[in-house]
T-cell receptor, first 110, second 115 residues
Framework: QKEVEQNSGPLSVPEGAIASLNCTYSDRGSQSFFWYRQYSGKSPELIMFIYSNGDKEDGRFTAQLNKASQYVSLLIRDSQPSDSATYLCAVYGRDDKIIFGKGTRLHILP | KAGVTQTPRYLIKTRGQQVTLSCSPISGHRSVSWYQQTPGQGLQFLFEYFSETQRNKGNFPGRFSGRQFSNSRSEMNVSTLELGDSALYLC??????????????FGPGTRLTVL
């Protein structure tokens, strides 16, 4: 059974600090990795995607991938109250099927 | 450009009934994927349609089916509804097959309640 694991939270981070969200996956052959943000009562929206080992930066967001450790993370710098949401990690396997983690609830404290 | 639209937004049914949900993708997008989201199981992939053909399928029973029309609009059908089918059903579209390298855009979802 292929799995994507995330800490459910809530993760509380002071405004202006760095929020670090983590995700592990079981399928070693996974090809690509996505982070979605979902506000309460809304649908998911894509924030970042990463395919290669290392870091990928986009504004205040940085995705980090370590395929050897089967670990992907999302860093949010200068956290804002508007970043308060549930963050979903999604992984595409070799079979082209996407598996989502259950999400981490992030709460930015003003 | 209009986003992904789903109808209806809310639906209440009773056990044993069947239901049909509709999804209109972003103009020009040819792939439509369906997902079920519940508090317990999270977001789970149901199936993907591309060029009117089912290209991929998740681990759901045969009561869940779908189809795609020539204009890329898609419908999802659930027969013999069970209480556990109560969920938010999300549709997502992408330009090409929603594989590893294509961004998906989600619709607002249909909230289905089975009584």
């Amino acid at each position: 059974q292929k799995e994507v694991e995330q800490n459910s939270g809530p993760l509380s981070v002071p405004e202006g600090a760095i929020a670090s969200l983590n995700c592990t996956y079981s399928d070693r052959g996974s090809q690509s990795f996505f982070w979605y943000r979902q506000y309460s009562g809304k649908s998911p929206e894509l924030i970042m995607f990463i395919y290669s080992n290392g870091d990928k930066e986009d504004g205040r967001f940085t995705a980090q991938l370590n395929k050897a450790s089967q670990y992907v993370s999302l860093l949010i710098r200068d956290s804002q109250p508007s970043d308060s949401a549930t963050y979903l990690c999604a992984v595409y396997g070799r079979d082209d099927k996407i598996i989502f983690g259950k999400g981490t609830r992030l709460h930015i404290l003003p | 450009k209009a986003g992904v639209t789903q109808t209806p937004r809310y639906l209440i049914k009773t056990r044993g009934q069947q239901v049909t949900l509709s999804c209109s993708p972003i103009s020009g997008h040819r792939s439509v994927s369906w997902y079920q989201q519940t508090p317990g199981q999270g977001l789970q992939f149901l199936f993907e349609y591309f060029s009117e053909t089912q290209r991929n399928k998740g681990n759901f029973p045969g009561r869940f089916s779908g189809r795609q029309f020539s204009n890329s609009r898609s419908e999802m059908n659930v027969s013999t509804l069970e209480l556990g089918d109560s969920a938010l059903y999300l549709c997502a579209s992408s330009l090409d097959l929603a594989g590893a390298y294509n961004e998906q855009f989600f619709g607002p979802g249909t909230r289905l309640t089975v009584l």
